[in-house]
């Protein structure tokens, strides 16, 4: 064989290995990295209830007062208040309140430089705690249901209530009556020894009769949701404390707190741009317990914890454990109004008890509350139950319907009778928390 056809075969090999392959660009395969195109966010992502305008006071001689009474007893009439000028009336008021608190703390406003209208407002509501310490609660055992001793007390607040007003500087003896209704009814029921979020805002309604007729300007709203409305939060626990007062309803305030709502409302809004406060805040029990006297939210959670048999949100408030996860206070107010026109000025069962007067008027269309009820007549019926509509009365036994609940203790007794029995101080946990 000759050197060159041996050669040959070499010279091939050595000339394919010295070839040089050009790398692999993968990349070329794969489509261009564009950058996503953010969504543009919906105008209104959620449907935020804004406030509407609250109306100046009329003149005082467009009004002929007289006692408030109910006139919401059907759906239909519900439907009536939900489209009259007295539900936007109403609103812009309660959202007004809020918006005075804005970013505010308790402190801010200063107690000695208020107006005498507010000095005298603060007087009556001490007054009707000295009312509680002059009725005592009945012994009744180890009973968690509210104490008959309330009825004492609601008569003998109801007996000074015009005694109460003379201190208001500038009303008039006329208007007396159907302003101090409002104010009777929101420590309340007599009937149920009960309190809810209607009573609740009977309060509302008080202060908004004395705006109508021009005892409260919107300077003076401050004052009202930072001073004055968490004075009356502190009277209701003391009421509560003493007697027992039943939730008016089976779930309590749907899930916010066993008796109020607008205290969580105000609260958001005063937080609304705290640098260091969030949402998640509530489970921090120092935040609480440094910050619970100054922002309604955190005092809210701070005593409804402090009643409960268990510890944890999660178990004793689920809804406030589920809205500590909201991004920012914004949101948590936002919610809270919507909460206030769905839960109550839309529910039937907590607006039957709505009073209307010449301050707060309503339709003309709506029913009366002097028609009899299957032959009783209400005022017959009020010993015993309430009316939702003409034929339908609840009797104060164990047969409630569903429109109200039914009637369960309050925790706030449970918490008063684990204190009497030396006991109450630590919270247990529930097993497996």
Not at 314 to 319: F, G, H, Y
Not at 326 to 340: L, S, T
Not at 395 to 410: E, L, Y
Request: net charge neutral; charged share 20%.
């Amino acid at each position: 064989m000759s050197l060159e056809a041996l050669a040959s075969p070499l010279s091939m090999s050595s000339a394919s290995t010295s070839m040089v392959h050009p790398p692999l660009r993968l990349s070329k395969g794969l489509p261009a990295l564009v950058p996503r195109k953010r969504r543009t966010p919906p105008q209104n992502p959620l449907p935020v209830q804004e406030t509407p305008t609250l109306s100046p006071p009329p003149s005082i001689d467009t009004f002929s007062f007289f006692e408030p009474t109910r006139r919401i007893l059907s759906p239909r009439d519900h439907e009536l208040f939900l489209k009259s000028p007295c539900y936007s009336l109403v609103l812009a008021f309660v959202f007004s309140l809020s918006e005075a608190c804005a970013n505010t703390k308790i402190s801010a406003i200063d107690v000695t430089t208020q107006p005498p209208i507010i000095q005298s407002i603060l007087k009556i509501l001490s007054s009707i705690s000295i009312q509680v310490e002059r009725n005592p609660p009945k012994d009744q055992g180890a009973s968690r249901f509210g104490n008959p001793s309330f009825r004492d007390f609601f008569d003998a607040v109801s007996t000074c209530l015009h005694q109460l007003h003379e201190c208001l500087e500038g009303i008039a003896p006329k208007a007396t009556l159907e302003v101090s209704t409002y104010l009777q009814h929101s420590l309340g029921s007599r009937a149920r020894i009960d309190y809810g979020s209607g009573h609740e805002l009977n309060f509302i309604l008080w202060l908004l009769c004395l705006n109508r007729i021009s005892l409260l300007p919107p300077a003076a709203f401050p004052a009202l949701a930072l001073l004055v409305f968490p004075k009356y939060i502190h009277l209701m626990r003391k009421i509560q404390s003493t007697y027992y007062l039943e939730p008016a309803g089976s779930h309590g305030v749907w899930g916010l707190d066993d008796y109020h709502f607008l205290p969580f409302l105000f609260g958001a809004s005063q937080l609304l741009h705290h640098p260091y406060i969030r949402p998640l805040s509530v489970h921090n029990e120092i935040i609480i317990e440094e910050e619970g006297d100054e922002y309604m939210y955190l005092d809210m959670v701070r005593w409804t914890s402090a009643t409960k048999s268990v510890k944890g949100l999660k178990w004793t408030q689920p809804m406030l454990d589920d809205i500590s996860g909201a991004k920012n206070w914004g949101k948590v107010e936002q919610g809270m109004r919507i909460m206030f026109v769905k839960e109550v000025l839309g529910k039937l069962p907590v607006m039957q008890h709505f009073l209307f007067g010449s301050l707060i008027p309503a339709v003309d269309d709506m029913g009366s509350d002097e028609q009899h009820v299957n032959g009783i007549h209400e005022s017959q019926a009020e010993s015993t139950g309430h009316v939702e509509k003409p034929g339908h009365i609840h009797r104060d036994d164990d047969a409630w319907g569903d429109c109200c609940g039914i009637k369960i203790p309050s925790t706030v007794a449970a918490a008063q009778e684990a204190k009497k029995r030396g006991g109450g101080k630590i919270l247990r946990r529930v097993p497996f928390d």
